[in-house]
């Protein structure tokens, strides 16, 4: 399968969806309290309607959504089906998904993963999340399917759990940090690209001195930066200015609980993500 056009790809894409409603991505975290808070069963149709509604919400006014994967499948087939359901009214309005599944595996599994969250499976956002600590190279299928399809691939480097450095920050033989390693992986994979590549990092906005004390090269990936912490978990502008420096041009700031506490209500959520798409703009904008 060819390649899309310049102007299909995921980067561009993303690019354009900032420009126009600002640097923002809206988790949809469908959690049992949240469910609770918003007066909806914890099953599949409480789920799905969660995750409509938040679509109905932002459509519109922020550049992309991220629906967490797994709080649908543990709901089963019917929350599966809710998934895709948010994926596709999300598609009909115009709205980015980043699909936030974290899949990682190796040769025919990793390629049935591809096929499920980077082809033409209803599953298949505009990007997913994945998982390269099996090897960057295990991920071969995905990045394949992926470009093939116009999607992007958001690869985990640093994380802001505690457990994350111990293994991101370890070295290998050549002295490189895992997470350096991963991020000069995107890199060679996004030489080239226009505006914005397709294969971008996940670092936690909250990740502190990490990306200095590792050497890595944030602005050097030329791809999509996503940054889960923003809001509620507690990463302020000067957060996203230390961790991310000038390559914060990258930066789609991810918010769930400051965005989907205001729900259930539609024009309250709106506002919420109007105010969070606002305070991001403000916070990762050039000298």
């Not at 499948?73 to 599944?101: N, P």
């Amino acid at each position: 399968m060819s390649a899309p056009p310049a102007g299909r790809r995921f980067g561009a894409r993303l690019a354009a969806a900032v420009q126009r409603h600002g640097p923002l991505c809206v988790g949809v975290d469908p959690h049992p309290p949240l469910l609770a808070a918003w007066g909806l069963d914890d099953d599949a149709a409480g789920v799905e309607r969660f995750g409509r509604t938040v679509v109905e919400a932002v459509a519109g006014h922020v550049a992309a959504l991220k629906p967490q994967a797994a709080f649908f499948e543990r709901h089963g087939s019917r929350g599966v089906a809710a998934l895709e359901r948010v994926v596709a009214d999300a598609r009909e309005a115009g709205l980015l998904t980043v699909v936030d599944a974290k899949r990682g595996d190796i040769g025919s599994t990793m390629a049935a993963y591809a096929d499920a969250f980077a082809g033409d499976s209803p599953l298949a956002g505009d990007a997913v999340t994945a998982s390269p600590y099996l090897g960057f190279g295990s991920l071969r299928p995905l990045l394949d399917v992926a470009a093939a399809h116009g999607r992007g691939v958001f690869v985990l480097a640093l994380t802001s759990n505690p457990e994350g450095p111990g293994v991101q920050h370890a070295t290998g033989p050549d002295g490189r940090s895992v997470a350096r390693a991963v991020a000069e992986a995107a890199a060679a994979e996004n030489a080239g690209a226009p505006l914005m590549g397709d294969v971008g990092l996940v670092v936690g906005a909250t990740v502190g001195t990490a990306v200095h004390d590792l050497g890595i090269d944030l602005a050097a990936v030329n791809g999509p930066l996503l940054a889960p912490g923003v809001g509620a978990q507690g990463a302020t502008a000067a957060d996203l200015r230390a961790v991310f420096g000038d390559a914060r041009r990258y930066v789609l700031a991810a918010s769930s609980r400051e965005v989907l506490s205001a729900g259930p209500g539609t024009a309250a959520l709106r506002e919420a993500a109007r105010r969070s798409a606002d305070a991001v703009r403000a916070a990762l904008a050039q000298d």
